[in-house]
């Protein structure tokens, strides 16, 4: 048997496999979201120089202090009950076309795959995810004693469509989904690749040992590949229709960032971004793979 035979296959295992995704993702979310609330945090800062560890920790402490570290978590879980299920099943269903007839799927495929699933699973989430970061960056307001723009996800998408149009809940959409193709082609490239070469090589067995290796490695290079696009993402989505705007598209964003602030602010928040994805990526895929078995579903 192919190491991506699929067990479970058809309309029922389908389904299954959208809720232990779902599931899986929203344990992740919610053990590691302090650290996507760092790492927003410190992107929004327009100052000099990248991520330095003191400043992860200045901004840490300033969330506990203001009561912000899980401001945005509801829509941050709403975003994912969409978008983790299309990009793990839109992979997997890719993968499978790709390898009918027994044939070997090379890497390069599996990362167009990877990217193409995380385009189409962030087009459709992108506006929960835009009120996240939203959410997530009035935590400074509230520290200055300031009324935040929203008070929840009813809220906001009643303000956002008022104010900037239905259209507006895709603010950012276009860097929203560079970014996505590098994430997932990143990640579910190197954790498909990273934990069949382990099986393969007989370091471990199919197991939480290689999950948990498989995981580290897609983490980082999820990371490195996707933090620039992520800095302009968030950057972009957290302007409303104001008249202040700072940037008039991605490309620009992407020029005056680097202009005013050096290249290496491209990569602010790395630290807590990859500090996130090695556990968020570890207690997802660990938690998934066990359901999966527990289901009667192939590993993925």
């Not at 020029?255 to 990859?274: D, I, N, Q, S």
């Amino acid at each position: 048997m192919p190491a991506h035979a699929e067990a479970g296959g058809g309309r029922r295992g389908t389904l299954a496999k959208v809720s232990l995704s779902s599931v899986s993702a929203a344990m992740a979310e919610a053990s590691t979201y302090p650290l996507d609330a760092v790492k927003t945090r410190l992107q929004l800062r327009r100052s000099p120089g990248g991520a330095g560890g003191g400043g992860v920790l200045r901004v840490a402490a300033e969330l506990a202090r203001d009561g912000g570290m899980y401001r945005g978590f509801s829509p941050a879980v709403l975003r994912h009950l969409m978008y983790t299920p299309l990009r793990i099943v839109g992979y997997e269903h890719l993968r499978s076309t790709l390898a009918s007839g027994g044939r070997e799927v090379g890497v390069v495929e599996k990362a167009l795959a990877g990217g193409l699933s995380g385009i189409a699973a962030q087009v459709v989430s992108s506006p929960a995810d835009l009120i996240k970061v939203r959410m997530q960056a009035d935590s400074r307001l509230l520290s200055q004693g300031i009324q935040p723009r929203y008070t929840g996800i009813t809220d906001a998408f009643t303000k956002i469509i008022g104010g900037e149009g239905f259209r507006g809940l895709w603010k950012g959409v276009v860097p929203n989904a560079q970014r996505a193709f590098l994430v997932n082609m990143g990640e579910l490239t190197c954790y498909d690749q990273a934990k069949h070469l382990i099986i393969r090589k007989q370091i471990c067995d199919d197991n939480l040992y290689a999950h948990t290796l498989a995981s580290v490695a897609s983490g980082l290079s999820a990371t490195t590949l996707s933090c620039p696009a992520d800095v302009i993402k968030t950057r972009m989505m957290n302007q409303g229709k104001e008249g202040k705007a700072l940037y008039r598209n991605s490309y620009d964003c992407l020029v005056k960032t680097v202009r005013h602030e050096g290249v290496m602010a491209l990569w602010k928040g790395f630290l807590p971004t990859w500090a996130r994805l090695g556990p968020w990526q570890f207690v997802f895929w660990v938690s998934y793979e066990k359901l999966r078995q527990a289901s009667g579903i192939s590993s993925f």
